[in-house]
């Protein structure tokens, strides 16, 4: 069992928007302001797409946005694309033993 | 550019050791916060361990005591020695950079590591 929970899958039309959730506690996302989302195809290495709740690295998308309240941080895909379809698995920084983060079990995004 | 090109994976027998090696450029190793992250087939990402740029390590619970984390300054690359491996320590093995709050800004393409008999 993950230490995030995330739902196991969401789908969306193209050009909707969708929103997936991930759920922690005090000792993780509701503690601190490391939150960050990733986008994983089939077959390839994951992909940061959201850092420190809120912040796109270079390059990524502006339809991409995250956010945080209180021990549950979300991310936001408007515009949705074909291209979108993938894994996202959210991570936090943690107080507990796992001094490298905790990730949620992921979320299987389905364009329709 | 950042790349990170991870080597060493393969099948090994229970209770067998392996070493996975992870060269980088665009960057220096040492100069930054280090981690593999491992994916069993068919699961999600778990952390496994960290190396600091000060040189400290740590490690996950699952993996503590049989794997060490270490890095080579001067031909840039990082290192995961694995003993005593166990069938549940089959995955994909990531070498990842992070950023300060332990993000994982840039990922390697992934080395498999099967551990079975």
Redesign the interface.
Known sequence: Q?ALTQPASVSGSPGQSITISCTGTTNDIGG???V?W?QQHPGK????MI??VSYR?SGVSTRFSGSKSGNAASLTISGLQAEDEADY?C?S?TST??????????TRLTVL | EVQLVESGGGLVQPGGSLRLSCAASGFKVSSNYM?W?RQAPGK???????IYSEGSS?Y??SVKGRFTISRHNSKNTLYLEMNSLRPEDTAVY?CVRD?I??????????TLVTVSA
Do not use: I, R
């Open positions: 993950s601190y302001n490391y960050s990733y290495a994951p992909k940061l850092y420190e690295p698995y991570s920084y033993t796992t001094l490298g983060g905790v990730f949620g079990g992921g | 981690s992250v999600g990402l778990e952390w496994v361990s960290v740590f996950a619970p990531y950023l709050g332990g993000e994982h800004d840039f990922w390697g393409q992934g």
